[in-house]
């Protein structure tokens, strides 16, 4: 599929420089550009979305002190019977 797009100057020569030292075409970079750029966002999206589960399903500070309080009571209470 053949395209046309507009970019500054700056970047396309850039794209120029990169594509002569790697000896691939301007469309080989912009299809690699392209690619990285896609493998990216989806990353960002699944770290995005694990980021998420996480945060709903981690209990808080306060949580967790209070369960820590209630099993070492329960222990102690053990210990004491004896």
């Not at 301007?26 to 990285?36: D, L, N, P, Q, T």
């Not at 990353?43 to 209630?70: A, C, G, H, I």
Request: aromatic letters at 10%.
């Amino acid at each position: 599929m053949k395209t046309a797009i507009s970019i500054p100057n700056p970047l396309f020569e850039i794209i120029e420089d990169y594509a002569r030292r790697e000896k691939v075409s301007r469309s080989e970079v912009f299809v690699r550009a392209v690619k990285e750029f896609f493998l990216k966002h989806k990353n960002k999206k699944l770290l995005d979305q694990l980021n998420e589960v996480y945060s709903q399903s981690e209990p808080s500070e306060s949580q967790l002190r209070q369960v820590s309080r209630s099993y070492a009571g329960k222990k102690l209470a053990q210990h004491s019977s004896w």
